[in-house]
């Protein structure tokens, strides 16, 4: 193997230095730099304080070359000529991109996307720890990202690719489609028919959002408890119409969502997100809580792991044990 170190490409790092140059000048008012400033200022251009006339005529002509490629390239250098010279600047809102920005459709797709992309084991590795719990919609302090022993998984990192490609296939061909639905772990799956809209992420959890044409009314489905997808070849009869799906989903889950009255017991000094939501903590450490999601509860608690333990309702506490021992399984 040979050890020689990589070959230096001379003529690109003056160039590149150059356009720091001119990027630097820019920031300062925009003025013109001439010639001999850049030439000491830059390197590989010789020095005009000390060169016989030979080498000034040398480095003023590689300038010259080296702002002519720049221009080729679509860096735009403008050149100004005067008695005294030639003078250099970049101009600047020709040369930086302008902001980008998506319509809320636009950045669905793109976020979609690039969850599909990412479902391999690296990809799930990658959205763990705090990344993770803040795509889930939870807020904690980064003082408590050390003390968080649990995360739920992505939806698309356990959704089977045949069913997410035959979602996105029936909607990309305006196709209704067929599917099993299991509301939960103990109930059998019910064979539903649709017209699909799209996939809508929310909190992390991917959602199919849709015109139910059993119910006859628009309806979103857990993709986790969606399987056997078949395409019927039938054309969607009701189409979304400009619906917001993001905000389809967000109602639908608000009128499914259980409150509940709990008491959490908290590690001194940590949990808070709980301590913030919590009616009343006490002195040691008891927090108490009036009307909260039950499901944001369960996860929550779950979250910070030992640092909260939930003393009630019973039922909840259960469901914080299941979600834990099932490795981010559905507790309902």
Known sequence: M???APK???????RLNLVFALIDADNHGGAYLDSGWLRAHVAGYGDPANESPREANTGRKRLARDIDELRRVGVPVEVS???????YRLVRERYELPPI?????EAAVLGLAGDLGGTSELGVFARSGWTKLAAAGLDRDLSDAAGTVFTAANDLARVPNSTVGAVLKAVGTGTSV?????RDRATAAQRRRMDPWGLVNHADRIYLAGHDLDRDEPRTFRLLRVSAVELTG???????????LQQLVAEALARGRTTVDATVRLAEGRCQELRRTAAQVDADGTAHFAGVDRDWLVRTVAGF??????????????DVVNLLRNGGEEHR
Not at 8 to 14: A, F, M
């Open 8 to 14: 230096r490409d001379v003529g690109l790092e003056r």
């Open 178 to 182: 067929t599917f099993d639905y299991r």
């Open 2 to 4: 040979s050890s020689r």
């Open 234 to 244: 039938a054309p969607i009869a009701h189409p979304d119409e400009g619906r917001d």
């Open 101 to 105: 920005s998506f319509t809320p459709d």
């Open 305 to 318: 792991g030992a640092d909260a333990v939930l003393l009630a309702p019973t039922d909840a506490r259960r």
């Open 81 to 87: 000529r005067d008695g005294d010279g030639e003078g």
